[in-house]
């Protein structure tokens, strides 16, 4: 479903600019002026914590415009224990994420949203690894061991919607493909998971939110 | 003293475990007519690949540190199960 979506968004973004190629002095096409700011949040990211699941998150996003072009800000938290066959996974970090969306309906008198864009992402975390094996010479053992301070990097291209609601309330979603992570200060063992990406040895992973905003208005839309 | 591993046996190639816990291991190859060692370093390095697979340690970064071999080559500085020879010794 997710890649339908994926498709459909590419290629109305596509063709929409072809369609404007007859307007180019369209001032919807330009950067203006903020005129307001978007605060919100990820549901399936707060529905998580009351699902049975080992992961603990939650995050805030937030948009401004300039015309069509929306800057965008994401912070987050992720924490997950996960029971292993042979030990006990942890991790805990902070993660944000900063970029740009273009938005594809220009002429809409709500502004509302279908865009596409992308993102840098960054995130800070602690993890910790207990486990036991055992080995034919030496028998059974028990290590600890962990990469605090760890770090993380990685890219991400963005599609989605905003819709209108009520007044200043939205909602929309956005699916990411995020792309080359990079981790660094993990010399305790191989980083399993990076919070706000994912499984680590996934070069490319999907994610999804389900967002709900509220917009504070700079000043009046003309 | 550490139990011998092989005794008495003409063998062209040996397998010797490395201790998970720790990162280095001094080995003693005793000879009719003289004694040599060969000290290793390696990192033991754990990896998660599933929650149902659990965690794998891979030994990796094999060196030499020390040895009363003249002439030695790493071949291969990861050790692995079934792998091939990670270091060659050349014995007069």
Known sequence: MLKYVLISSLMFGLVLPVQAQDNLKDSTRIIQKPTGIRIGTDLIAIGKNFANSPLSSWEINADVDFGRY?????????????????GVYKNDGRYVRVGVDI???????????????????????????????????????????????????WGEL????????????WMGYTARMKIFPGVKNNT???????????L??????????????????????? | MAEPIIQNATVSSVQL?????????????????????????????AEVISPDCGV?????????????????TVVNNQLLINAPVNVEIRID
Do not use: C
Request: no cysteine; glycine share 6%; aromatic share 20%.
């Open chain 1, 70 to 86: 929306y800057v965008a800000f994401d912070y987050g938290s992720w924490a997950r224990e996960e029971v292993l066959s042979n």
């Open chain 1, 158 to 169: 963005t599609t989605g919607l905003r819709v209108k609601i009520w007044k200043q309330l």
């Open chain 1, 200 to 222: 680590t040895y996934k070069n490319i992973y999907w994610g999804f939110n389900y967002q709900v905003f509220w917009r504070i208005p700079f000043k009046s839309v003309p």
């Open chain 2, 56 to 72: 794998l340690l891979n030994y990796e970064d094999l060196e030499v540190v020390d040895t009363s071999f003249e002439l030695y």
């Open chain 1, 188 to 198: 305790g063992f191989e980083t399993y998971e990076i919070p706000g990406f994912g």
């Open chain 2, 17 to 45: 475990p490395v201790n998970p816990e720790l990162s280095e291991v001094v080995f003693t190859f005793t000879f009719e007519d003289r004694v040599e060692t060969m000290h290793l370093t390696y990192i033991a390095r």
């Open chain 1, 103 to 153: 938005n594809f309906l220009l002429k809409d008198p709500d502004r509302n949203m279908i865009f596409l864009g992308f993102r840098y992402g960054r995130s800070n975390f602690n993890e910790q690894l207990d486990y036991q094996s055992t080995t034919i010479d030496f028998g059974d053992f028990q290590q600890q061991v962990a990469n605090p301070g760890a770090t993380a990097g």
